[in-house]
């Protein structure tokens, strides 16, 4: 038995070995199989590639061989960003020979013999009635926004250094003037207090306002403690007063001027950013040539704002502009370095033109500056909705009636303040001053504002000294206390509209479009027409806002302002890519776009894609559809441009991935006007053609002020 037992197991032993041959041999072949596939693929994907490879060396080669007459063409298009930059020109000229003929007694402010005149006129008025002093400052208010106009819309190539510098000074000292005249008319409002007495509590309170100013006015003429607190009912702005003061001869003013003329002009006066588009080695001559007329004006070296030494002080604390220079060291050196070229790129510099380049000291002094927590940076929070002047003055002597005369003393001291917490007492701690302010109407506030008071000498927005603050959101009111008398601005996070979440540009029939920027907070509708746009609508949850400034036809300069101002900024500043996360792109390619979808903007709609953050630095990514009429509906295809080729995708917005595959039956061009000719109707083309060059340029404009290729 023990011997068939074992023979069972020897055959067992041969068969598994059996089995595991077999086994062995078939994946033997079965990878040999495989193997053999793989190469079938290999060799088909390798001639699939060459294949494609072939087909896009002949779409490059077609690309090349066409590239000089596209750009020929394309630059013959281009020519119409030079004649409306001739227009302009022409139009300021113009405007100021309009004026010279208009002779109604108002000065060009940027004949400086005509401003001083009128200024030192003023000066010598006496007529210090408040109504008058508003309306004289309506004026003032116009003159200084004409300088700052010309001072943003000028080409540099148009305005001489000189000039530069004399137009901020005339801005400084018209608003010195200005503020001057309000105290003179708030010390003649003063003086004849009790005729405003209040029957309730015998103290003298009064509201005086029109569109660019509100004066408050509370005088102590009774001294009673109970009546230590008061609220202007007209403005719901109010005050509590800690004892002391209510047992004095004090008045109190809150001072809101709807514009800020605290804050350094530099804040005021930053152009749009000035793309720099690098000459790149590769270009041809004649596409160089073609890149840098329309952006003449885009030549500029970016500076900081600088701090002001002892001297460039003006009389009154404010800045003078002698400490204003202008950097005008050209960027046009070509022999730079990878890592200049590479920083250049990076910033897509802007420099606002009232700045000089900091010595290495001042800088050390402005990086200690900024490591205070409690200074505001002006270039993260902007103030928003004015500026409010909290003071409490000594009330000066009462104008007495005996019999038919009015006699009131004089004494030759103008304004003055009534020190709060007083001097002697340094170390004591003193109760704080309780203030209320209403909101405006006018302003935006997305988010909680950020409550500084402004220091006079260290010439900036500073936090401390405010405490215990609470804001109504219902009343729109925010109640706060502080230390001692300040001015007090509201500042908004300049950046908190950015990144956009979409954007769109559509033609709207002949020769007018619609820019559509949509930010987290609200939508913001902008018509172009022509050489001028005109704010359509903001819309906040479903809801219209600003009223105010909706409907009105103005330039693109003066809608940047007038939306910055009310606290919706989609305008982008020269250091705005360290505050916000922005999808970086190349000057080249952003520039070219933007000048291009300008130069069609009449016959064909643009708009955001989501594979524009994909596409790496060097190309933008965006929706285009043909749109002839207002109402069509939009078939959209996406297009790739990096500035010297353009192509269509053969993705959609839905798409899984991104792929820079082509569409079918598509090529290459090295302009985008080309790409989209491919498939665009003749109508199309001839709208294009024939669109008027200012329209072109506002568009541009817009486009070169949102960044909406990079900040969304």
Request: proline content about 4%; overall charge negative; glycine content about 2%.
């Amino acid at each position: 038995a023990n011997v068939k037992s074992s023979g069972k197991k020897k055959v067992s032993k041969a068969e598994q070995l059996r089995l595991q041959k077999e086994e062995e041999e078939r994946r033997l072949k079965e990878e040999e199989e495989a193997q053999f596939q793989a190469q079938q693929e290999e060799a088909a994907r390798l001639e699939k590639e060459r294949i494609e490879q072939e087909h896009m060396e002949k779409l490059e080669a077609k690309d090349q061989e066409r590239r000089e007459s596209e750009l020929a063409e394309l630059h013959s298009l281009e020519q119409k960003f030079l004649s409306a930059q001739q227009w302009k020109t022409d139009y300021r000229a113009y405007a100021k020979w309009e004026h010279y003929l208009s002779c109604d007694g108002s000065p060009d402010p940027t004949v400086l013999q005509e401003i001083n005149t009128f200024m030192s006129l003023w000066r010598e008025d006496q007529n210090e009635d408040v109504q008058l002093v508003m309306e004289k400052g309506e004026q003032v208010l116009n003159l200084i926004e004409k300088l700052q106009f010309l001072l943003l819309d000028t080409p540099p190539s148009e305005i001489t250094e000189k000039e530069t510098v004399q137009y901020q000074e005339s801005i400084l000292e018209l608003q010195n003037l200005l503020h001057q005249k309000y105290n003179g008319a708030t010390e003649h409002l003063l003086k004849t207090a009790n005729m405003y007495e209040d029957s309730e509590t015998g103290n003298m309170h009064a509201v005086v306002k029109d569109k660019n100013v509100t004066f408050c006015i509370w005088a102590n003429l009774k001294k009673k403690v109970r009546f230590k607190n008061h609220v202007f009912c007209d403005v719901q702005h109010g005050f509590d007063l800690p004892k002391s003061l209510a047992m004095s001869s004090v008045a109190v003013r809150i001072l809101h001027t709807h514009y800020d003329h605290v804050s350094p002009l530099w804040l005021h006066c930053q152009s749009v950013p000035r793309l720099e588009v690098l000459d790149s080695k590769e270009l041809t001559q004649h596409s160089k040539d073609n890149v840098e007329e329309p952006e003449e004006e885009e030549k500029k070296a970016r500076e900081e704002p600088s701090m002001p030494t002892e001297e460039e002080m003006s009389s009154d604390g404010r800045k003078s502009a002698i400490s204003f220079k202008e950097n005008s060291n050209s960027i046009a050196d070509i022999n730079e370095t990878e890592e200049e070229i590479e920083k250049k790129s990076e910033i897509l510099d802007v420099p606002s033109r009232v700045q000089h380049p900091l010595t290495q000291e001042e800088m050390n002094e402005k990086e200690e500056a900024i490591t205070d927590e409690n200074v505001v940076d002006l270039q993260q929070f902007v103030p928003v909705g004015g500026v409010y002047h909290i003071d409490a003055l000594q009330l000066p002597p009462q104008v007495k009636q005996i019999k038919d005369w009015s006699m009131v003393e004089l004494r030759d001291v103008g304004l003055e303040a009534y020190p709060y917490p007083p001097e002697e007492a340094e170390d004591a701690t003193h109760p704080a001053i309780q203030i209320t302010l209403r909101l405006s109407d006018n302003v935006m506030y997305f988010e909680d504002p950020v409550i500084a008071r402004w220091d006079p000498a260290g010439q900036q927005w500073r936090t401390d000294g405010i405490s215990n603050i609470t804001y109504e959101t219902q009343d729109k009111s925010v109640t706060f206390e502080m230390s001692a008398f300040y001015t007090i601005a509201l500042l908004q996070d300049a950046h908190l509209n950015m990144p956009y979440q979409a954007w769109e540009l559509q033609p709207m029939g002949m020769e007018e479009a619609l820019l559509t920027v949509t930010t987290v907070f609200a939508t913001i509708h902008i018509q172009i027409k022509g050489n001028q746009c005109m704010l359509s609508s903001v819309a906040v949850e479903e809801k219209d806002v600003l009223s105010h400034v909706t409907g009105k036809w103005i330039s693109p300069v003066d809608l940047r302002a007038v939306l910055k101002k009310a606290g919706v900024n989609i305008f982008p500043g020269a250091y705005s890519h360290k505050y916000v996360s922005v999808n970086k792109k190349s000057p080249l390619a952003e520039v070219r776009a933007y000048q291009q979808m300008a130069l069609v903007a009449s016959a064909f709609a643009f708009a955001w894609s989501k594979w524009n953050l994909e596409a790496g630095q060097e190309q933008v990514v965006f929706k285009v559809s043909e749109h002839l009429k207002a109402d069509s509906v939009k078939n959209w295809s996406l297009y790739m441009f990096n500035g010297q080729k353009a192509q269509k995708l053969k993705i959609t917005e839905t798409s899984e991935a991104f792929s820079e595959e082509l569409e079918e039956d598509s090529e290459f061009h090295s302009t985008l006007y080309h790409m989209l000719k491919d498939f665009a109707s003749k109508e199309a083309i001839d709208k294009v053609e024939t669109a008027s060059f200012l329209f072109i340029d506002v568009v541009y404009q817009l486009l070169l002020a949102t960044r909406v290729l990079t900040y969304s």
